[in-house]
Every structure is written in structure tokens, then in C-alpha cells.
């Protein structure tokens, strides 16, 4: 890269080092597996379960166990293992009932186990297409099933949701909830609410149009939809959303743009939470599709509702009743998707207890909304940020001068697209009033795309994917990049709005948070750490290593008097897959795992797998440096959402600079041409490359492979 660019990068690392008891008596399997409103109601206190993705209706995943402490965890150890049995990212959060485990792994498969030993009980696979691959931002990841009534709920991949018999995995029904000629994809978890499956689904990346749909539970028929933006004739949808698009929304968007013929995004693929004493649905929204504003919708200056918006709908009707948009006008991938978590703060009238809804979105602030109205009580960065100076007193975004000046020089904004905060479940203590949020940093280079837009390119958010990519780069410069990227636990006070404590974590993208009423606060890391932390100032209390990606939510539940900690481990994810520059452990690639503790526990985590990669080029250089810089944009575009900037792999997707195919142009062409891999998620791009772009992009990568070997970081970027 130029000296002036990459100085231009160090600049900005450097500028940033800086209720009640109501029922829920498990008595027999055949009555129990039947979980009720008021069980799921009473979640929090009958702690033995874990009923709901969040632990309970406020999805504070805190647990009322007692039986892991500071005085008995140094003696924590492996229960029992289970393989999911597919590679790939697994970020799901098992739930526990009655001694079962509901738990999924990647391509949406789900597994029931006895929790107490991890022995099968039953799966199920839904049989997702490996084409479906490609239509997903952020691998073929689950975050977990919904349990109620007898049944299991799953979203699956390719936009079903389905409902199975939790006894035996069959299928009691199965509604597809998406126009799957569209890339929309399924990963969240539903949601319960009053006899309904709650679910939303993801596609901001690819373009597609939002919404939050309700199934009744028992026969999967649809109740009501929402959609979080405007139809693209403004016109009525015959759905819950119709009185306040007309009322307020259609009017903060234009009449032209990319967001008419790609759906204008807003999509709710995480975080949906009952508010059962304002009777009401949270629903966190995404960003704009496409990202770039400029692009999405050019004629106005709108704010583009309800974009990176906390929406707040009546629990049976699926009509609006407040909304709060954390970023106007997003356009730098922004999503307010990220956990949402209530909780009872004495910010009400002479300090008594008022309702609160707490979030830590992708824009790096973190806010408390008064739930009954959406109102805005206070907020603050919880990461360092150059996009935004501060709130204003409604809470509004000080946007920093230049920071939707993307159509000069490739701009560096943080926290950037991969967010302060993602996907990886915060948690809250009400013991100790604090919130505990993964939080990160990855600056992003944005600027205008170049070129006109492919309408057949798969990825579609209107900015320049190669900006500031170099076709040729000195040693040491994917340490750089690697080094600009950081993470912190950080135990955030939502009262003072100031954080009490942080951990600085080895990197960005590490795991959900579980918080113990016994004071302590748990967190996996992206390359295999799992760590106890006091949850009162983040002294380190016990570690582990899990031999895989430790993101995913845990969870913890008691069987005949003993506790136990559950998490689901992987390699993959948007992280791994887009922006990690390779890896710094010899962990990939990895079965999907299973990792169950309890205190005294004895069993063994087997070891990482043995891969032999061959880390050298398979023919020589070849091509014009005009046709490698040409290749460089065209897998800008294509490929390195999937393969990685730099043509690096994180080792969950083949090494395409070590590659036979690379080396060979027939079969480079038999898999982009024909699809002779589709199965395995790389389908064809005949549409969106022609020959010439895919000899440009076989260029590019060989010389990539060549570069490595002479800077000596061949074999991946730690150089092993
Ligand atoms: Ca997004």
C-alpha cells in the first residue's frame, strides 16, 4: 500500500489506542416438555432451566444458580462433549429443559441431548441447499431454537421457520417466510410471545426488504408482518406496518434510488425481546440496503425510518407503538440489532423502579430508553469512535464533519461495519446494576463505489469494496491491519453511563457474556479462551482453552443438584470469514462442538484436528499487472466477503492462494462457470464475471500466493 495511505492508517489506530414464582413444576416429561407462557413468564425463577435464547424474557442472561462460585470454580472441568458434526460458524445458545438440550450447529441443523451427558436424543437435519450458501452476509450460522408447547421452533437458513416435535425432531410443521427467489437468510433464534413464533431474517448485505413476521404457534399460520421500511411504491402492503408508513415513514425516503428495486434493507435478523409489562415486542432493526445513503436514496435527505431503529409493537397485533433510531440515515452498516435487554433501574420519579431498554448497537453507544414510550433517558460511547463527536439530548448522533465524505479518498471510520458491538450476546447483572457488552473495534475504509454498480453482483451496498487495497504489500503489513482491530470486555454502568471496569481481550469478535448471580461473569474468545471474570471489577478467576472459536452465547442449568455451563464452539462467522486476515492460533478448521463444565467435571476437550495445507503457489505467476489489478477489483467485489481481503483465508473456506484450481484454468472455469462446487456454497458467477474477470481474479490471487512466499508469510499470516 502507499506510504501515505498506510500512514494515513496508523494514524487512526493510534488516535484510538485509547418475578415470581408462578408454576413451571417439573413433575413428568410428558406434561413438562409442554412449556407454558407462565414458565417461559417465570423463567428467571426457576433458574435449573434455560427456557428462552436470552435466558428469560428480559434476556438478561443472568442465571439464579448457585452452585458454580468464586470459591469452587478453579475446579471447574469439561462434563461432556458433543460434535455437531458440520464446520462453518456456530454461534448458538443451547436451551435446556426437563434434562433435554435443544442445541443447533451450522447450516441450521438441530440436536437434542441429554443435558446431564451429552448423549443424542435426536436430530434434525433441514436440509438447507449449499447453494443457499452465497445468499448469506455472514456464513451458514444458527443462534438457536425456541422451545413451547411440546414443540421446537427453528429458523432455518434458507426462510423457513419450522416447528418440530421436541420428543422426536419430526416435523409438525413447516411455513416458508420469505420469497427465497430473494437472498434472504434466516439465523436468529425466534421468539415466544403469546402463543406465537416471533422471526425476522437477514439480506441488509444482498438487498432485500425487512420485516418481522408472526406465526401462531400451534398451526403455523401467519398473524401479522411488519416491515420496517417503506413498500417501493409507498403503497399499503396489507399488513400491521400500513397506518404508520403512511403516517410517518414513507415521508423520510425518496421516490428513486437502489432502495426501490433492492428493498431498502432495515432487516431484524438478531435481537426481538417481550416486554411483558408494557405488553409489547422490541424488535431491533438493520441497516440500509444498499449502505452507501447516496445510493439507497439519492433524491432526499430523510432519515430513512426505521433503519438501525429499536422498534417497539403491540405484542398481539404487531402494531406500532414507539420507535427509537439510534443512527439516522445509516450509512456505514450500522445495525441496532444488536441484544436488546430490559431491566428495572431507579431512574423513575424519586428513584422508584422504571422499566428500561438497554442496547449496545453497532455505532459504539451505548443507550437507555424509558420502555413504555421509547423515550430517550441517557447514553454514551462505550468504545473509541471518530464517526459520531456525541448524543444530543434526544439522544440524535453529533455526526463528525466528514463522515459520510466518501466520495474522495478511501475514508477510515470507526467502530466500523463489523460494529463496537455485534451479534455476540451482552449480558446484564441486576445484582451489580451493570451491563457487560462485547465490545470492539474494526475500522473500515469506506468510499464510493468507482464504477456503476453490477445489478447481478451478490453483495450490493453501493461502496467500493477494494478501497484501499493494494495489489502488492511489504511484510508485516497483515500484522498491521490485524493489530488496528481490538477488543474489550467492558462492564458498563447504564446509570452513570460510564463503563466500571474492562478487560482488554486478544483482538476483536469474542463470545457472548453469561452472568452468575454469584458474582462472576463468563466470556469465550475468538480463538479458543473461555475466561471467568469477577463480575464487581474483572479479575480473571479461571480460564480455559475450548480448541475452537468460542462466540456463542452460553448458557447454564442444574440436574440433580449440579450446575452446569454450556457453550457451543466453531470456526467461522462473518469475522473469520471477511476481515480476520488469517489467524493467530492453529485452531482451524474445526468441527462445530458442544462444551459442557461443571464443577469437578473430568472429560477432555479432543484436540484441533491436523490439517496438511501445502502453503505455496501451484504454477507460476502469470498475467499483466493490469489484468492483477483488474482481478483485485473484481475479487474485491466477488469473493472477499467469503475468501478474505488479501485472498488470506481464516481456514474455514479453502486457501485459494494455495489452490489446485487456481493453478489450473480449466477447472477455475468448470467451478465459477458451471458450478462444480455449488454444493459446497461456491456456485457459479457466470452472471456477475466474465471470462476475462475470472482469468483477472486467477491472476491476482496466484500473485498474492507469490507475494506471500517472497515477504516469507507463506502458510498463513503468523507465518506457521
Ligand atoms: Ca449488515
Redesign the pocket.
Same mark, same amino acid.
Given at each position: 500500500m502507499s506510504n501515505a495511505l498506510k500512514a494515513s492508517l496508523l494514524a487512526t489506530a493510534c488516535a484510538v489506542l485509547v418475578a415470581c414464582s408462578n408454576g413451571a413444576t417439573d413433575n413428568s416429561t410428558s406434561e413438562t416438555i409442554g412449556v407454558t407462557d407462565a414458565a417461559l413468564s417465570a423463567a428467571v425463577s426457576n433458574p435449573e432451566t434455560w427456557l428462552t435464547y436470552g435466558g428469560d424474557y428480559k434476556e438478561q442472561r443472568h442465571s439464579r444458580l448457585s452452585g458454580i462460585t468464586k470459591d469452587n470454580i478453579a475446579d471447574m472441568g469439561v462434563a461432556w462433549t458433543y460434535d455437531l458434526s458440520t464446520g462453518r460458524g456456530v454461534e448458538s445458545t443451547p436451551i435446556i429443559h426437563d434434562g433435554i438440550m435443544y442445541v443447533t450447529g451450522a447450516w441450521s441443523i438441530v440436536h437434542a441431548l441429554d443435558a446431564k451427558t451429552g448423549e443424542e436424543i435426536w436430530t434434525y437435519d433441514p436440509e438447507v441447499s449449499g447453494e443457499d450458501a452465497v445468499k448469506g452476509?455472514c456464513d451458514v450460522v444458527n443462534r438457536g431454537v425456541a422451545i413451547y408447547d411440546g414443540k421446537v421452533y427453528l429458523g432455518v437458513f434458507d426462510g423457513r421457520l419450522e416447528a418440530l416435535d421436541a420428543k422426536t425432531g419430526d416435523v409438525v410443521w413447516s411455513k416458508v417466510t420469505v420469497d427465497q427467489s430473494l437472498p434472504y437468510t434466516i439465523t436468529m433464534a425466534p421468539r415466544i410471545v403469546k402463543g406465537k413464533v416471533i422471526i425476522g431474517n437477514s439480506g +441488509?448485505?444482498l438487498g432485500v426488504r425487512g420485516y418481522v413476521s408472526a406465526y401462531d404457534a400451534k398451526t403455523g399460520d401467519m398473524d401479522w408482518r411488519f416491515y420496517t421500511v417503506p413498500n417501493p411504491k409507498k403503497e399499503a402492503d396489507g399488513a400491521a406496518s400500513d397506518p404508520i408508513m403512511a403516517e410517518l415513514v414513507n415521508d423520510t425516503w425518496g421516490d428513486t434510488g437502489g432502495w426501490v428495486t433492492d428493498g431498502g434493507?432495515g432487516?431484524a435478523w438478531d435481537s426481538i425481546v417481550f416486554d411483558e409489562e408494557n405488553d409489547q415486542i422490541l424488535v431491533g432493526v +438493520?441497516?440500509g440496503s444498499p449502505?452507501n445513503a447516496k445510493v439507497r436514496d439519492p433524491q432526499s435527505k430523510g432519515d430513512n425510518l426505521f433503519l438501525s431503529s429499536i422498534l417497539a409493537l403491540d405484542a398481539d397485533t404487531g402494531t406500532y407503538k414507539w420507535h427509537f433510531q439510534t443512527t439516522p440515515r445509516d450509512q456505514w452498516?450500522f445495525?441496532a440489532t444488536q441484544s436488546i435487554i430490559l431491566a428495572d433501574l431507579p431512574l423513575g420519579e424519586n428513584g422508584a423502579d422504571l422499566r428500561v431498554v438497554m442496547q449496545a448497537p453497532k455505532n459504539g453507544f451505548f443507550y437507555v430508553l424509558d420502555a413504555a414510550t421509547g423515550e430517550y433517558i441517557s447514553g454514551n460511547n462505550f468504545v473509541p469512535m471518530n464517526w459520531a463527536t456525541g448524543l444530543d439530548e434526544n439522544g440524535r448522533p453529533i455526526e463528525a464533519a466528514n463522515a459520510r465524505q466518501t466520495d474522495g479518498e478511501p475514508i477510515p471510520i470507526f467502530p466500523g461495519?463489523l460494529g463496537a458491538h455485534n451479534w455476540h450476546p451482552m449480558a446484564y447483572s441486576p445484582k451489580e446494576q451493570l451491563a457487560y457488552i462485547p465490545a470492539q473495534m474494526i475500522p473500515q475504509l469506506y468510499q464510493d463505489m468507482q464504477e456503476e454498480p453490477d445489478p447481478d453482483a451478490y453483495w450490493n451496498i453501493g461502496y467500493n469494496l477494494s478501497a484501499g487495497l493494494p495489489t502488492e504489500y511489504p511484510a508485516g503489513t497483515l500484522d498491521f491491519f490485524r493489530g488496528m482491530n481490538q477488543g474489550w470486555l467492558v462492564a458498563w454502568d447504564p446509570i452513570k453511563q460510564e463503563a466500571r471496569w474492562t478487560v482488554k481481550q486478544d483482538g476483536p469478535w469474542n463470545g457472548g457474556v453469561l452472568s452468575l448471580d454469584t458474582g462472576i461473569v463468563l466470556q469465550g474468545q475468538r480463538e479458543g479462551a473461555l475466561a471467568a471474570y469477577d463480575a464487581a471489577n474483572g479479575d480473571k478467576l479461571w480460564s480455559t482453552n475450548v480448541k475452537a472459536g468460542a462466540l456463542s452465547g452460553m448458557s447454564t442449568y442444574e440436574i440433580d443438584g449440579e450446575q452446569y455451563m454450556t457453550i457451543t464452539t466453531g470456526w467461522g462467522s462473518a469475522y473469520a470469514l471477511s476481515a480476520s486476515y488469517g489467524y493467530t492460533s492453529p485452531v482451524p478448521p474445526q468441527v462445530g462442538r458442544v462444551v459442557t463444565f461443571k464443577v469437578g467435571g473430568t472429560d477432555t476437550i479432543p484436540d484441533a484436528m491436523e490439517v496438511a495445507i501445502e502453503p505455496t503457489p501451484k504454477s507460476d505467476n502469470f498475467g499483466t499487472s493490469a489484468q492483477v489489478k483488474a482481478g483485485l477489483e473484481n475479487y474485491s467485489t466477488n469473493c472477499l466477503v467469503c475468501h478474505g481481503p488479501f485472498a488470506v483465508s481464516a481456514g474455514v473456506l479453502p486457501d485459494l492462494r494455495w489452490s489446485y484450481a487456481t493453478a489450473d484454468k480449466n477447472e477455475w472455469t468448470d467451478i465459477l462457470v458451471n458450478g462444480a462446487l455449488s454444493e459446497n456454497g461456491m456456485v457459479s458467477f457466470k452472471e456477475q464475471l466474465s471470462p476475462d474477470a475470472m482469468e483477472s481474479i486467477r491472476a491476482y490471487v496466484m500473485a498474492q500466493g507469490h507475494m506471500a512466499v517472497s515477504n516469507g508469510e507463506a502458510g498463513g499470516p503468523a507465518g506457521n
Amino acid at each position: 500500500m502507499s506510504n501515505a495511505l498506510k500512514a494515513s492508517l496508523l494514524a487512526t489506530a493510534c488516535a484510538v489506542l485509547v418475578a415470581c414464582s408462578n408454576g413451571a413444576t417439573d413433575n413428568s416429561t410428558s406434561e413438562t416438555i409442554g412449556v407454558t407462557d407462565a414458565a417461559l413468564s417465570a423463567a428467571v425463577s426457576n433458574p435449573e432451566t434455560w427456557l428462552t435464547y436470552g435466558g428469560d424474557y428480559k434476556e438478561q442472561r443472568h442465571s439464579r444458580l448457585s452452585g458454580i462460585t468464586k470459591d469452587n470454580i478453579a475446579d471447574m472441568g469439561v462434563a461432556w462433549t458433543y460434535d455437531l458434526s458440520t464446520g462453518r460458524g456456530v454461534e448458538s445458545t443451547p436451551i435446556i429443559h426437563d434434562g433435554i438440550m435443544y442445541v443447533t450447529g451450522a447450516w441450521s441443523i438441530v440436536h437434542a441431548l441429554d443435558a446431564k451427558t451429552g448423549e443424542e436424543i435426536w436430530t434434525y437435519d433441514p436440509e438447507v441447499s449449499g447453494e443457499d450458501a452465497v445468499k448469506g452476509c455472514c456464513d451458514v450460522v444458527n443462534r438457536g431454537v425456541a422451545i413451547y408447547d411440546g414443540k421446537v421452533y427453528l429458523g432455518v437458513f434458507d426462510g423457513r421457520l419450522e416447528a418440530l416435535d421436541a420428543k422426536t425432531g419430526d416435523v409438525v410443521w413447516s411455513k416458508v417466510t420469505v420469497d427465497q427467489s430473494l437472498p434472504y437468510t434466516i439465523t436468529m433464534a425466534p421468539r415466544i410471545v403469546k402463543g406465537k413464533v416471533i422471526i425476522g431474517n437477514s439480506g +441488509g448485505e444482498l438487498g432485500v426488504r425487512g420485516y418481522v413476521s408472526a406465526y401462531d404457534a400451534k398451526t403455523g399460520d401467519m398473524d401479522w408482518r411488519f416491515y420496517t421500511v417503506p413498500n417501493p411504491k409507498k403503497e399499503a402492503d396489507g399488513a400491521a406496518s400500513d397506518p404508520i408508513m403512511a403516517e410517518l415513514v414513507n415521508d423520510t425516503w425518496g421516490d428513486t434510488g437502489g432502495w426501490v428495486t433492492d428493498g431498502g434493507g432495515g432487516t431484524a435478523w438478531d435481537s426481538i425481546v417481550f416486554d411483558e409489562e408494557n405488553d409489547q415486542i422490541l424488535v431491533g432493526v +438493520g441497516n440500509g440496503s444498499p449502505w452507501n445513503a447516496k445510493v439507497r436514496d439519492p433524491q432526499s435527505k430523510g432519515d430513512n425510518l426505521f433503519l438501525s431503529s429499536i422498534l417497539a409493537l403491540d405484542a398481539d397485533t404487531g402494531t406500532y407503538k414507539w420507535h427509537f433510531q439510534t443512527t439516522p440515515r445509516d450509512q456505514w452498516d450500522f445495525t441496532a440489532t444488536q441484544s436488546i435487554i430490559l431491566a428495572d433501574l431507579p431512574l423513575g420519579e424519586n428513584g422508584a423502579d422504571l422499566r428500561v431498554v438497554m442496547q449496545a448497537p453497532k455505532n459504539g453507544f451505548f443507550y437507555v430508553l424509558d420502555a413504555a414510550t421509547g423515550e430517550y433517558i441517557s447514553g454514551n460511547n462505550f468504545v473509541p469512535m471518530n464517526w459520531a463527536t456525541g448524543l444530543d439530548e434526544n439522544g440524535r448522533p453529533i455526526e463528525a464533519a466528514n463522515a459520510r465524505q466518501t466520495d474522495g479518498e478511501p475514508i477510515p471510520i470507526f467502530p466500523g461495519p463489523l460494529g463496537a458491538h455485534n451479534w455476540h450476546p451482552m449480558a446484564y447483572s441486576p445484582k451489580e446494576q451493570l451491563a457487560y457488552i462485547p465490545a470492539q473495534m474494526i475500522p473500515q475504509l469506506y468510499q464510493d463505489m468507482q464504477e456503476e454498480p453490477d445489478p447481478d453482483a451478490y453483495w450490493n451496498i453501493g461502496y467500493n469494496l477494494s478501497a484501499g487495497l493494494p495489489t502488492e504489500y511489504p511484510a508485516g503489513t497483515l500484522d498491521f491491519f490485524r493489530g488496528m482491530n481490538q477488543g474489550w470486555l467492558v462492564a458498563w454502568d447504564p446509570i452513570k453511563q460510564e463503563a466500571r471496569w474492562t478487560v482488554k481481550q486478544d483482538g476483536p469478535w469474542n463470545g457472548g457474556v453469561l452472568s452468575l448471580d454469584t458474582g462472576i461473569v463468563l466470556q469465550g474468545q475468538r480463538e479458543g479462551a473461555l475466561a471467568a471474570y469477577d463480575a464487581a471489577n474483572g479479575d480473571k478467576l479461571w480460564s480455559t482453552n475450548v480448541k475452537a472459536g468460542a462466540l456463542s452465547g452460553m448458557s447454564t442449568y442444574e440436574i440433580d443438584g449440579e450446575q452446569y455451563m454450556t457453550i457451543t464452539t466453531g470456526w467461522g462467522s462473518a469475522y473469520a470469514l471477511s476481515a480476520s486476515y488469517g489467524y493467530t492460533s492453529p485452531v482451524p478448521p474445526q468441527v462445530g462442538r458442544v462444551v459442557t463444565f461443571k464443577v469437578g467435571g473430568t472429560d477432555t476437550i479432543p484436540d484441533a484436528m491436523e490439517v496438511a495445507i501445502e502453503p505455496t503457489p501451484k504454477s507460476d505467476n502469470f498475467g499483466t499487472s493490469a489484468q492483477v489489478k483488474a482481478g483485485l477489483e473484481n475479487y474485491s467485489t466477488n469473493c472477499l466477503v467469503c475468501h478474505g481481503p488479501f485472498a488470506v483465508s481464516a481456514g474455514v473456506l479453502p486457501d485459494l492462494r494455495w489452490s489446485y484450481a487456481t493453478a489450473d484454468k480449466n477447472e477455475w472455469t468448470d467451478i465459477l462457470v458451471n458450478g462444480a462446487l455449488s454444493e459446497n456454497g461456491m456456485v457459479s458467477f457466470k452472471e456477475q464475471l466474465s471470462p476475462d474477470a475470472m482469468e483477472s481474479i486467477r491472476a491476482y490471487v496466484m500473485a498474492q500466493g507469490h507475494m506471500a512466499v517472497s515477504n516469507g508469510e507463506a502458510g498463513g499470516p503468523a507465518g506457521n
